[in-house]
């Protein structure tokens, strides 16, 4: 379809006309959006999306190519958003990819200047976007997790059960006098109660009872959008957008919940991504389309020396395989990080921290003896037990301490493959009583462990430890200090392979190996990038859960500088007395380590992790928590408004192991470094003004 710019008011800054052919491509879930704009004439295509995302792009272009009149290769640049952009590939035309959530945001400012605050209501998610009316840059957003409550999916669901057209179900919904109560929280169980509601019509009363089921439904999912615009603040002029944005019924629905109306554009904002996207365009021509001068730039770029931990993470994997295999010794397994691993080297047993983050089947295991919201860390500790993993059942015995509800758990059912204790750990970790309860906790695994071994530990070899690991947790710590420099020469992930030989190399072969390693990053030069600073917080990023580092630094470019979580850096900010009773020492110095949000007063844990954030100097922060976590899940917020008071953005992740997400996060992700780049571009051009 043919609009004029003028007819549609493309405004804001992009009161002007492209000197070339650009275009924007919306790949959505369901459906996929092309706009072409060339002058003052824009072309508009919507098309189902296919099976191949490629194939669906390559058709709007063809469609949009035909309908314009314009040679393909007058094309001067192609933006592709949407939850297909990750697949678009062009060969002959330039082309990059911008998330969805900035391409919307564009493109709602171009059709309405003043627009503020965004809805956007998709196949398979929705964002809340808010968004500098100046600019039409993203301020701030939030996006569902991997629910359907709260998506076209779950309306498209629902008008299936129903019986309806999905085109009609907004009219449907419309005609109800008495919406019926759907679940807003859970699109599965949303679903059980409607196909309960359709149970319960009678034959004569059909209409009416979908009528009021469909207007329950609308309720339901607007109820879901209203509690993320309640995240980010509802400012006018309010837009949606979005495939969703057609059903009349949800406009109305969601106008009346918010309390507020909808400011309405010339243009259907079903396109609003793809205008955005064609807007990208235009900047990136504009800004690229001297070929030659960027090749010219690209050949200069120096290659920074790389960093090669191969040879580390083999003496790891050796030791691990080495722990299998010995003979003749007793072998200790332990969870959590409050564990004094002096004690267990002073007894003379082999150790290692079971702390791996296990695959789906792993965690489907693991949960045939738990509940489902149990976290899936939780579920993977049982889980390499009932698998019978070759590392996990080599242990004669297990030491876990009581943290958590679901740890405690776990604790009962890995007694049921290898003798497992659980130990006590005090809450309030600043009184008297609970450093002198802790000692005699300890005094227990003492002698437990020397039960086992059948040789007492003595207390020489205990302060021997207490010195030895000292000095490996002030290694890792300057080795994590190094990335306070502008370009850390070490990555967030390298850094986590380094933390990994800490639970499981033996300390004697651990100092000298992190030695090595220290001396070595520390001598080599800065990277000549200067990426985005991430902070990582929250609750454990196990080993082997490394996708969210994998999206930040492999994909986008981002560097994680700091890690507060118990196995990032966080341990490693402690040290043991040296001098004195040794078992005070540790309950002492175990207590005094940077808290977990299991400890309480929560404040410690908080203040600790803003710390963090100012010394590693960081752009943001990404709160990462596992579902279901009870500690981190339950304290975010606060965690969230310590940093916020700093002025630092941050974006909350709901996490687990599965594999299935990865695009998502990626989008979220994708967007929050956008908007913290826009940020710290804004900073420099204000600091160069000054």
């Not at 807003?184 to 059980?192: G, L, P, Y």
């Not at 082999?350 to 149990?374: M, N, W």
């Not at 509800?405 to 008297?432: C, G, H, W, Y």
């Not at 990032?568 to 078992?583: K, L, N, Q, V």
């Amino acid at each position: 379809m043919k609009h004029q710019a003028n007819d549609i008011v493309l405004g804001g800054e992009w009161k002007f006309f492209t000197t070339v052919p650009v275009v924007g491509l919306d790949l959505g879930s369901r459906g996929s959006k092309g706009v072409l704009i060339n002058g003052e004439e824009i072309f508009t295509e919507l098309i189902p999306t296919g099976l191949f995302m490629q194939e669906t792009a390559d058709e709007l272009l063809t469609r949009l190519l035909k309908a314009s009149g314009i040679r393909r290769a007058s094309i001067g640049y192609i933006v592709g958003t949407g939850y297909g952009r990750i697949s678009l590939k062009y060969d002959d035309i330039q082309y990059r990819v911008v998330t969805e959530i900035s391409c919307h945001a564009m493109g709602a400012h171009a059709l309405i200047p003043k627009a503020r605050t965004i809805i956007d209501i998709g196949g398979q998610d929705s964002k809340a976007i808010k968004i500098d009316p100046s600019t039409g840059k993203v301020v701030e957003f939030v996006m569902n997790d991997k629910c359907a409550a709260g998506t076209g999916r779950f309306l498209e669901k629902a008008a299936s059960i129903l019986g309806v057209d999905l085109r009609d179900l907004g009219a449907v919904a419309l005609k109800s006098e008495k919406p019926a109560q759907v679940s807003s929280q859970c699109a599965v169980f949303a679903e059980s109660e409607v196909i309960s509601l359709r149970a319960r019509g009678v034959r004569e009363n059909n209409d009416a009872i979908s009528a009021d089921i469909a207007a329950g439904i609308h309720y339901a999912t607007a109820r879901r959008v209203h509690n993320l615009l309640g995240r980010i603040g509802i400012e006018p002029d309010i837009v949606f957008s979005g495939g969703v944005s057609n059903n009349v019924g949800m406009w109305k629905v969601l106008e009346e919940e918010i309390g507020a109306k909808f400011t309405k554009a010339k243009l259907d904002l079903i396109f609003a991504g793809a205008i955005g996207a064609a807007i990208h365009a235009w900047k990136q021509y504009a800004g690229t389309h001297d070929v030659t001068r960027a090749l010219a730039k690209k050949r200069k770029k120096k290659t920074a020396a790389k960093l090669d931990l191969k040879q580390f993470a083999a003496l790891v994997d050796e030791e691990q395989q080495s722990l299998i295999d010995a003979q003749n010794i007793k072998k200790v397994g332990y969870i959590c990080n409050y564990t004094p691993v002096e004690l267990l080297s002073a007894a003379g047993v082999r150790h290692s921290r079971l702390v791996k983050a296990g695959s789906p089947k792993t965690v489907s295991a693991g949960e045939f003896y738990t509940q489902s919201v149990f976290c899936d860390f939780t579920k993977s500790c049982i889980g390499f037990f009932r698998e019978n993993d070759p590392f996990y059942k080599s242990f004669d015995k297990v030491y876990n301490f009581h943290t958590c509800a679901t740890m405690k758990r776990a604790s009962e059912v890995i007694e049921e493959f290898v003798p497992t204790k659980l130990l006590n750990l005090p809450k309030l970790r600043a009184s008297d009583d609970a450093r002198t309860f802790f000692r005699s906790e300890i005094l227990n695994f003492r002698d437990d462990l020397a039960q086992l071994t059948g040789t007492p530990i003595k207390e020489e070899d205990v302060s021997r430890n207490i010195v030895l690991y000292n000095r490996a947790r002030a290694l890792l710590k300057q080795i994590s200090e190094i990335r306070k420099r502008t370009n850390p020469p070490i990555s967030g992930k390298e850094y986590l392979d380094l933390v990994r030989a800490f639970y499981y190399l033996p300390v004697e072969r651990l100092i000298p190996a992190l030695e090595q390693v220290y001396r070595h990053i520390e001598s080599l030069p800065a990277r000549p990038e200067n990426p985005l600073r991430l902070m990582i917080s929250g609750s454990i990023m196990a080993d082997g859960d490394r996708r969210l580092l994998d999206i930040i630094e492999n994909e986008l470019g981002a560097r994680v500088v700091i890690e507060d979580h118990c196995a990032g850096s966080r341990p490693f900010y402690h040290s043991i007395a040296e001098t004195g009773d040794p078992y005070q020492a540790l309950a002492n110095g175990y207590l005094d380590q940077a808290p977990c949000a299991r400890m309480r007063p929560l404040d410690d844990g908080i203040k600790f992790s803003g710390k963090l954030a100012q010394e590693y100097a960081v752009d943001g922060v990404i709160y990462v928590f596992l579902k279901f976590c009870a500690c981190y899940g339950v304290a975010k917020k606060d965690f969230i408004a310590e940093f916020q008071s700093q002025g630092l953005p941050v974006m909350e992740i709901s996490s687990d192991y599965s594999q299935s997400d990865h695009g998502q996060l990626k989008t979220r992700i994708e967007a929050f470094i956008e908007v913290l780049n826009e940020k710290r571009t804004l900073y420099h051009e204000q600091h160069i003004q000054a």
